[in-house]
């Protein structure tokens, strides 16, 4: 969660870097720093806070042609200076960052303090540190080796030397990584947007891999010294893709950008009509399951929840759909045709990759989605489905989460096609209108008044205290997932409740004034939805109906009504979600909040 990044070169370093560490504020993070090589020693900068506070210490900016920087998420030891990365050994010599976590840095450090080393924070990075100048005889590379067979954990680590004046060490496990290449120059970085508009040239750094960087190349090898070739990545994304573009906020400009992403993720996955996946060479696979795990965290679960509803519906196959951090601690019964589906943004969720790696151990056959193209969810599954949403730098995410929608009724449908639960004509049918919801979704942000509604939505709630949504079937994974938009970046407490549970605690929740947004899109479950309604409205709730036009007069008990174009409620989740991304946006700028950096939490969560 937290952010590398590192330059060796001709050019000054501490601008690149800075650069870099403002690209990877998405990530979330507490304090930032920065280590250079500056006057034949190593020089830090650190500071709790933003990066703008970071650069107050710093002050006019240094000359400098190595350094590495940092923007920490606290795991270990409070938010602090102190705390702040980059650590260094009591010589000060040597300076590192690190992500991850190391499972045994209480042993390591009751062991070194006895050794005579000093500790100043209570991170557990330090541990490394002081490993490294423990065996620090003149080589910085050889002295991290040895120090990360001591160490037990997850880790991305970068470090230089004042001996070493243009050399940087750096070495992954379980946390991600990767290699800028230039021309006289070379970087080292937790993530792709850091680099964007540096080179397009990476090496994407796999498990247990080792390399060292000077301005001269870079080498790689695994953690015993075994040279390891590696084959350059050219990043295709635009490094303009990683700005606002003109909109306020990055979460505005990614909800707008979600009917390209829709046309993105679609193109190449049919064929004469009809969707295609037998690129993945997964046929035989798919003809013989008998039952699909899908497991993700966050907005992704409630991408898979939908992708559960879809498989079942139109595949006629079973499916569990569970959270990854509590999937891993079950005792599951499995069954070799089983086939697991594991989704995550950035391909680097620690809960969610610990999950692929128990079913890979049973001899499971994993499919990922994911957004990031040699990401450890895409290196390690067996095949992988990429949604090419591009870089998503909000916290909370948008296009993401709809393009996972769109990859999980494209594995339902070729699901539908292999096993023959739906006909070819169905099938086109189904796939001509899954290609029309780009269409669909820009008309929905096209709708001024639609847009205004909203708005005003949002200023009248903005000082409650708690927020409802209700839902049946679909619309109750969409309602999840608009509840979890408005709490992670509004702070307004929002629950979602499938509307047929009402009676069965939530109501008691119900009181004059409170805001309730009732998704109705599947017309067969329109009346036993208003019956719900009406239950609320009889305790005081202001209700307001997401539906279809189509659906209109149905809903007309509502207080309002945010109408979506008409849609199959089979692929409706696909449009209802955008007014509830608008209106959790709307409810953020009108209560003043950090929209695309929320408090307390990370785009890309990296640790258990």
Request: glycine share 8%.
């Amino acid at each position: 969660m937290c952010g590398i990044m590192g330059y060796t070169g001709k050019g000054n370093a501490v601008p690149v870097i800075i650069d870099g560490l403002s690209k990877l504020e998405y990530r979330g993070y507490d304090s930032s720093g920065i280590a250079m090589y500056e006057d034949g020693k190593i020089q830090v900068y650190k500071k709790k806070g933003r990066l703008a506070d970071m650069l107050n210490v710093l002050g006019q900016e240094p000359l400098s042609h190595l350094g590495i920087g940092h923007t920490r998420w606290a795991t270990h030891g409070v938010p602090s200076d102190l705390n702040a990365h980059p650590h260094c050994d009591c010589s000060g010599r040597i300076a590192v960052v690190h992500n991850g976590i190391i499972e045994n840095y209480a042993s390591l450090r009751k062991d070194l303090i006895l050794e005579g080393h000093d500790f100043i924070s209570d991170t557990d990075t330090e541990v490394m540190v002081h490993l490294i100048e423990k065996f620090y005889t003149g080589s910085l590379e050889e002295a991290v080796r040895k120090a990360l067979t001591m160490i037990r954990g997850s880790f991305a680590m970068v470090a230089i030397c004042s001996e070493e004046p243009d050399c940087i060490v750096t070495a992954k496990k379980d946390s991600p990584l990767i290699v800028g290449l230039g021309e006289g120059e070379n970087y080292v970085a937790s993530d792709i947007p850091a680099i964007l508009g540096k080179t397009r040239q990476v090496y994407i750094m796999d498990e247990n891999e080792f390399a060292v960087l000077t301005p001269r190349g870079v080498t790689v090898s695994d953690f015993e010294g075994k040279p390891v070739e590696k084959k350059a990545i050219e990043v295709d994304w635009d490094p303009i893709a990683a700005e606002k573009g003109g909109y306020e906020h990055f979460m505005l400009k990614e909800i707008y950008e979600q009917p390209k992403a829709i046309r993105d993720t679609l193109a190449g996955k049919f064929q004469d009509g009809l969707i295609d996946l037998s690129s993945l060479n997964m046929d035989d696979k798919f003809r013989q399951v008998g039952k699909i795990f899908m497991v993700a965290c966050g907005t992704a679960y409630h991408a898979a929840l939908v992708g559960r509803l879809a498989i079942e519906k139109l595949a006629r196959i079973p499916v569990e759909t569970d959270i990854a951090s509590e999937f891993r601690y079950r005792d599951v019964l499995w069954n070799p045709q089983d086939l697991m589906i594991v989704v995550s943004q950035s391909g680097e969720t620690a809960d969610t990759l610990a999950a692929l790696r128990e079913a890979k151990r049973q001899g499971i056959t994993v499919l990922a989605v994911t957004n990031v193209v040699g990401s450890s969810v895409a290196r390690e599954a067996d095949k992988v489905i990429y949604t090419h949403a591009g870089p998503e730098i909000a916290v909370a995410s948008t296009k993401a989460y709809l393009t996972q929608l769109l990859v999980m009724y494209a594995i339902a449908m070729y699901l539908a096609r292999i096993k023959g639960s739906l006909s070819p004509q169905e099938l086109q049918q189904l796939g001509s209108q899954l290609q029309n919801t780009d269409a669909l979704v820009q008309e929905m942000l096209d709708r001024e008044q639609a847009k205004g509604q909203i708005r005003q939505m949002a200023e009248k709630y903005q000082e409650v205290n708690s927020t409802f949504f209700l839902g049946r079937g679909l619309d109750y994974a969409v309602a999840m997932e608009g509840a979890l938009k408005l709490k992670e970046i509004s702070y307004v407490h929002a629950e979602a409740y499938a509307a047929g549970e009402l009676k069965h605690g939530p109501l008691a929740l119900i009181y004059d004034g409170v805001p309730v947004l009732a998704l109705i899109t599947q017309d067969q479950l329109v009346e036993k939805s208003m019956s719900n309604i009406k239950e609320v409205k009889a305790r005081g709730a202001v209700v307001v109906a997401v539906c279809k036009e189509s659906l209109q007069e149905d809903c007309q008990e509502c207080d309002d009504q945010i109408l979506l174009p008409d849609v199959n409620p089979v692929l409706s989740p696909i449009v209802s979600v955008v007014p509830l991304q608008l209106f959790a946006y709307y409810m953020a700028i009108f209560r003043g909040a950090d929209v695309d950096k929320p408090r307390n939490l990370a785009k890309s969560v990296t640790v258990e």
